[in-house]
Structures are given as structure tokens and as C-alpha cells.
């Protein structure tokens, strides 16, 4: 099962989905990128992550080019940008689905404020993405 999730920059919440994904079965073949790639990973996301004993550290921020000719089971859309502005991909994409979040390294107040918004965040993604993990596995069964 091939998995591409997709989102503007490639530094936050489909670094997240990622992980979750990967997380729940090492069998799946995640891959993430962005329309924008920023070329890192947001310090933030991994130290949530961390927290929610999924290490992303190694990850890599990657631009949906290098991904363009291959064929995916699902894509996936995690923000409006990448959602609005998604690329035509040249493989075979089976399902493409947007399950879109808010950008939590765009949130504004306290370092507590701002944390609370990361760990929000984290869990909505956890959330979703397991009950999509669910489902494939249903329909794989």
C-alpha cells in the first residue's frame, strides 16, 4: 500500500500524518511532501510528536515533484493550500481524499498557547488518521 500525504510546506501536519501512519502499520509505504516544500521539519512537530512516542526526527521536508511519476493507493490532502493547488500526478492514484487541519505553526499568543495548539492538532491528526487506517484495512480484509 503506497501513501503519499500532502501538504503546502511539508514542515508540520503531514509530517505528523506521516508519522501516525507509519506508526500504526510499518508494513504501509508513507511518504510525504509539499507543494511548497520549506525544506525542514518544524521543531515543534517533533517534539509533540516525541511526546506522543512517534519519532519523525529523521524525516525529511520533500517537494511533490519527486513523487509525481509514481503510482499511489491514496493521496492525501492535510491543508487547504495543498488541497486548492494539488498537483496532477502522472502515476496511477487510486483515492485521493483531503482530511484538512489547522496550521498550528501559524498560531499567535503564549509559548503555552501555541504549544496547546500543537498538541491539538497532533490528536486530530492521530485521530483521523487512524480511523483512515482503519478503514483501508477494512477494505483490504
Not at 66 to 92: K, M, Q, R
Not at 96 to 104: A, E, N, Q, S, T
Request: proline share 2%; charged share 20%.
Amino acid at each position: 500500500m503506497n501513501i503519499l500525504i500532502l501538504c503546502t510546506g511539508n514542515s508540520c501536519r503531514s509530517q505528523m500524518a506521516h508519522g501516525f501512519m507509519q506508526s500504526f502499520d510499518k508494513k504501509l509505504n508513507v511518504y510525504s511532501a509539499g507543494i511548497k516544500a520549506s525544506g525542514k521539519i518544524n521543531p515543534m512537530a517533533v517534539e509533540v510528536m516525541h511526546k506522543a512516542g512517534v519519532d519523525i526526527s529523521h524525516h525529511q521536508s520533500r517537494n511533490v515533484s519527486e513523487y509525481l511519476h509514481s503510482n499511489w493507493d491514496y493521496v492525501i490532502t492535510v491543508c487547504g493550500g495543498a488541497n486548492e493547488s494539488c498537483p496532477s500526478f502522472l502515476g496511477n492514484v487510486a483515492n485521493r481524499l483531503h482530511i484538512g487541519f489547522d496550521d498550528p505553526s501559524e498560531a499567535i499568543g503564549s509559548d503555552e498557547f501555541i504549544y496547546s495548539e500543537f498538541i491539538r492538532v497532533r490528536d486530530e491528526i492521530k485521530e483521523q488518521f487512524y480511523q483512515l487506517y482503519l478503514q483501508i484495512q477494512s477494505e483490504i480484509l
